[in-house]
């Protein structure tokens, strides 16, 4: 018997989105939309208004700063509070799988945590340039899409998802170069384990080699890489404004042998003093309970740090879940 084809996340037209109001069209892209965050977590964008220029600069000054020597590499060695800096999670050994991937990882908002872009790189000359500019354009996208994720879950104002993380001053962001080298053995690694990502949503690019996987119905779903589109992913500070309505995604990347592979993700984090926890609007329409804990966001990093890469367990864990 031939076996059904996989199915694949959608894809959002962010052109048909922005749009005239009232088409049959917009109508449609809007329920994929909603039916994206609610059954898969995940969807990739196209027409998004971020030029395939600007997305080539940003992979290639980000793929320059591996290419250093490694001494040049460790003098950004990551700081263990902030996480910020280049790290290497090859050879990390937890059970029996090993992460084969080397990363950067520093603020991009707000200000106060950026320190005046102390931890970027200062190689290659063009980086703060080209990450400034782009990192200002996900955050554009990503406040539409808050204002959009709002509408379709019935919120009566169109701002009150971007509100509820800290308004468009306070939010956050992180910036996170990942780099996974070609693996002699890529049955016995992983590029990264399974986890989800902290904060309301993360702004992928990849390059053209595939790798990233998602967990959708007891199987792991491969996320094609597709020309100058941006892959969205919900993470968990989402599912818990939504109160569960929306689902953070369980996903991983895999490596391979032939080829070297990088992927640009964007975190968009709450404010971190912010208490956060289900939206009361969200409970009171649909007559449910609250399903999590309010904490605030530095204080949910803080279980990160002890939990580490584990699938849906932060969300779903008891410190989070309210029994
Ligand atoms: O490399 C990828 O495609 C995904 C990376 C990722 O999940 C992460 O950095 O949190
Ligand atoms: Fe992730």
Redesign the pocket.
Known sequence: MATPPQQLPPVIDMSIIGGASGTAEKKAMLELLGSACREWGLFQVVNHGISPALLDEVKRVSRAFFDLPMEEKLKYANNPVTYEGYGNRTGTVKGSTLDWNDYFYHFIRPASATNGQKNWPHQPEAYRTVISEYGEKVMGLSKALLSIFSEDLGLEKKETLLESLGGDENLGAGYRMNFYPKCPQPELALG?SP?T?PGAM?VLLQDQVSGLQLYKDGVWISVPPLQDALTV?IADHLEILSNGIYESVN?RTIVNSEKERMSI?IFIYPEGNKMIGPLEEVVKKRDCSPLYTEMTFNEYRKIIKTVGLKGKAIVTSRFIMNS
Do not use: R
Request: glycine share 0%; no cysteine; hydrophobic share 45%.
């Open positions: 990264l986890h990502d993360t992913l996903h993700v």
